[in-house]
């Protein structure tokens, strides 16, 4: 076998467990968003902004996390396991402390938020009922992603596939359980919490994903054992790495968010049907960009794993693979999204149709798809070479230099109809691609060793 199928094969051995996890994850988010739908448009809108907020505290993940990937991938490839397991073990203990704070910190600024969006109190009240219990449990969150993480990097794909898949299918039992004094279509008894209910499932499937996983790397059942009392133990030199690599990644995802804000409060300004039709085609879009996603999380070890291993020119091909694997596969989604906008987003509002809001937005982000598709493959590099920069520097010329001066001209500058609004993210996503493009091929990211 050549050196481009080789690679093709490990790609492909890394990056479909970890797609079709992602796409359980993903389907049982569409599945909360279906059950939420039943209750009303201001319980969608509700869930819609606390996503906002959500990603917002994913700034924090985003820099330890993204500086562990290539920290214990490269750890992992340079055959070093004990270092490999104390950067594990440090990235543990820097995401449980973070996500407290971070948690702590908005469960108090929530109903502000609200507030700021919305003057509907349906939306706050479901907004509130949903997001406390979500924060609530938001280290049990950054957890569980770390022990994915663990496993990915250290060359177990399966393992993290399979507990998201029983994860989801948990939580899928549980959505209609909690939510209803009667499951829908049936004449089983339910809970009947409400919106409510639908954050107790998730947080109960996370938990189980997390401890099960925990479990087994406490109990020798992973390539690496950690060790719990250990854990607490710093490493000054490690953790500065834990928070520097990444901080390019969490500058990028905050500055993004930022973005987004803006962008929905702009969105918002249409009134809350404007916000639950931005919510549901998120979530549309949210799931059909796993697969791309999925491959260059896969791929992204696999760069760590070369340059580990002193080999730039597989993780070069390693990348231009990525991207044209990730190509053909959204491609394919992105004509459903376009052709078929009605029926997906129905499936969200109770059977009603979005109207041409809904389809105007659909028929944008069916190429935002591909934008994104292309750019997977660039971030593989980024991520795996641990030199992060090149996603900050164009995130920040893609959203501050186009899309949120495009969004705010057109609304509040020449007062134009939404679906120009619509138009700021296939704006922003475009140029994104081509500025993350350009910074590959330069190639600095092949001289990053961390």
Known sequence: MNERGRLQKEIRRMSLPTMSGFLCQAFYDMVDMVFIGMLDKQAV??????????????????????????????????????????????????????????????????????????????????????GIIRLAFLPVFYSSYTVNTVFRCTGDAKTPMRLLIIASVINIVLDPLMMFATIPGTGIPGLGLGIAGAAWATVISISFSFLAGFVMLLRGKAPITIKFREIFHLHGAIDRKLMSIGLPSGINLLMRNLANFIVLKLVSSFGTDAIAILGVATRIYQFAVVPSNGISMGSGIIVGHCLGAESERDARLTVRLTSLDCTAITFVISLVMW????????????????????????????????????????????????????????????????????????????????????????????????????????????????
């Open 45 to 130: 809108a509700a869930t819609t902004l606390f996503i906002t907020v959500f990603w917002v505290l994913e700034v924090l993940n985003e820099i330890v996390g993204a500086s562990s990937v290539s920290m214990i991938s490269q750890a992992w490839g340079a055959g070093d396991k004990e270092r490999t397991r104390i950067i594990s073990q440090e990235t543990l203990f820097f995401k449980v402390v973070l996500a407290s704070l971070g948690a702590l910190c908005m469960i108090l600024l929530l109903p502000s938020f609200y507030r700021f969006f919305s003057g509907d109190p349906e939306v706050m009240r479901y907004g509130l009922s949903y």
């Open 339 to 450: 052709f078929f906008p009605n029926q997906l987003m129905s499936l969200f509002l109770g059977g009603a149709h979005p109207g041409p809001q809904g389809v105007g937005l659909m028929h944008v982000f069916a190429p935002c798809l591909v934008c994104q598709s292309v750019m997977s493959g660039f971030t593989s590099a980024f991520t795996g070479s641990g030199d992060t920069r090149p996603i900050l520097y164009s995130a920040l010329i893609s959203q501050w230099l186009f899309q949120v001066p495009f969004a705010l001209m057109v609304t509040l500058l020449w007062d134009l109809p939404i679906g120009w609004l619509w138009l700021a993210y296939l704006v922003g996503d475009a140029s994104d691609c081509i500025s993350r493009y350009l910074y590959f091929r330069k190639g600095l990211w092949m001289k990053k060793r961390v």
